[in-house]
């Protein structure tokens, strides 16, 4: 119903920084809350950033990415985007975004989410 397309995902040195892009389509992007989850192999996915639907003015972040991460919007280019600065090793994952129409401020919780992209890999090398 709803897909999402991520790009942006490489392989960088600890310290650079990337700014992954997901592309919605499928229904009007501008009312759904996105938010942006990583996942390693052997480790829990979990979330890293979630915007708000509509004009993106709320925002969320765990701990561990809140000074370094930064989720915006473009409703006009169906598009959400996951700046991060000052990336490091334990960075490394496949990044996804996701998406739900459920709710009105950033969604925190990973079952939150209805839709899935298939996910881009950042590497962070020491």
């Known amino acids: 119903q709803v897909r999402l397309v991520e790009s942006g995902g490489g392989l960088v040195q600890a310290g650079d920084s990337l700014r992954l892009s997901c592309t919605v389509s499928?229904?009007?992007?501008?009312?759904?809350?996105v938010g942006w989850a990583r996942q390693t192999p052997g480790k829990q996915r979990e979330l890293v950033a979630a915007?708000?639907?509509?004009?993106?003015?709320?925002?969320y972040y765990p701990e561990p990415v809140k000074a370094r991460f930064t989720i915006s919007r473009y409703n006009s280019k169906n598009t959400v985007y996951l700046k991060m600065n000052n990336l490091k090793p334990e960075d490394t994952a496949v990044y996804s975004c996701?998406?739900?129409?459920?709710?009105?401020?950033?969604?925190?919780?990973?079952?939150?989410?209805?839709?899935w992209g298939q996910g881009t890999q950042v590497t962070v090398s020491s």
């Open positions: 499928g229904r009007t992007f501008s009312r759904l809350a």
């Open positions: 915007i708000n639907w509509g004009d993106g003015t709320g925002t």
């Open positions: 996701a998406a739900t129409v459920g709710y009105d401020g950033p969604p925190y919780g990973l079952r939150q989410y209805d839709y």
